[in-house]
């Protein structure tokens, strides 16, 4: 069982809606990610949040915008996104922000944009 | 810059075959490496992982040695079972840089067949 969850599992929304997807972990962990996961491509790092506090932000476009209340929940706020945009978002957790760290993944939300 | 090949699949096999998927990488510094799963539907999983030249991580039957003179870090399992098919994922994370900073390889397919 996941210590990671996430909400929806799956999203529908058109290129001129709001949306947000919420991330929760129960394990007591200190950093939180947001991951890119398409058919096409690898899995590709978006943003790394650790103690609260945004240390990576891979070139992501302004559609989209993390936010980090604390240390337990992550969001993903999505604005005028494009078809290229669906995918997989994967969120996950480690306990510090190291390279040795495990990092634990909640099952995605399925983001379609029409 | 840091990067990680794995072998293309689909790779299908038939129930207690003997299973290797090859995996290599580039990377700047010492990084740790890790086998991740996704079952369908489902997120990813840590599989097992190694932080340093010649260790071997192991998990549910699964084996991996870290070989730094090769940098190769191939998975492998003597007997699969249909339950094993997901797909897999070889990953390194580096020390320096940015934290916990998991770069992917494209993942591959097995398909187990009784």
């Known amino acids: 069982e996941t210590g990671v969850t996430q909400t929806p599992r799956h999203l529908v929304m058109g290129m001129t809606n709001k949306k947000s997807l919420k991330c929760e972990q129960h394990l007591g962990h200190n950093a939180m990610y947001w991951y890119k996961q398409s058919a096409k491509k690898p899995l590709e790092l978006m943003f790394v949040?650790?103690?609260?506090?945004?240390?990576e932000n891979n070139s992501v476009p302004s559609r989209f915008s993390p936010e980090c209340p604390n240390s337990s929940h992550l969001f993903l706020h999505l604005h005028t996104l494009q078809p290229e945009d669906s995918a997989l978002y994967l969120c996950?957790?480690?306990?510090?922000?190291?390279?040795?760290?495990?990092?634990?993944f909640g099952p995605g939300t399925r983001l379609t944009v029409l | 810059g840091n990067s990680v090949t794995q072998m293309e699949g689909p790779v299908t096999l038939s129930e207690e075959a003997f299973l290797t998927i090859n995996c290599t990488y580039t990377?700047?510094?010492?990084?740790?490496l890790f086998w991740y799963v996704q079952y369908p539907g489902e997120g990813l999983q840590l599989l097992l992982k190694?932080?340093?030249?010649?260790d071997k991580g192991s998990n549910k039957g699964f084996e991996a040695t870290y070989r730094k003179e090769t940098t190769s870090f191939h998975l492998e399992k003597g007997s699969v079972q249909v339950s094993d098919s997901a797909v897999y994922f070889c990953a390194l994370s580096t020390y320096g840089g940015s934290q916990g900073n998991l770069i992917f390889g494209k993942g591959t397919k097995l398909s187990v067949k009784p």
């Open positions: 996950a957790s480690s306990q510090g922000g190291g390279a040795a760290d495990t990092q634990y």
């Open positions: 190694a932080t340093k030249a010649d």
């Open positions: 949040y650790s103690l609260e506090e945004r240390v």
């Open positions: 990377a700047t510094g010492y990084p740790s």
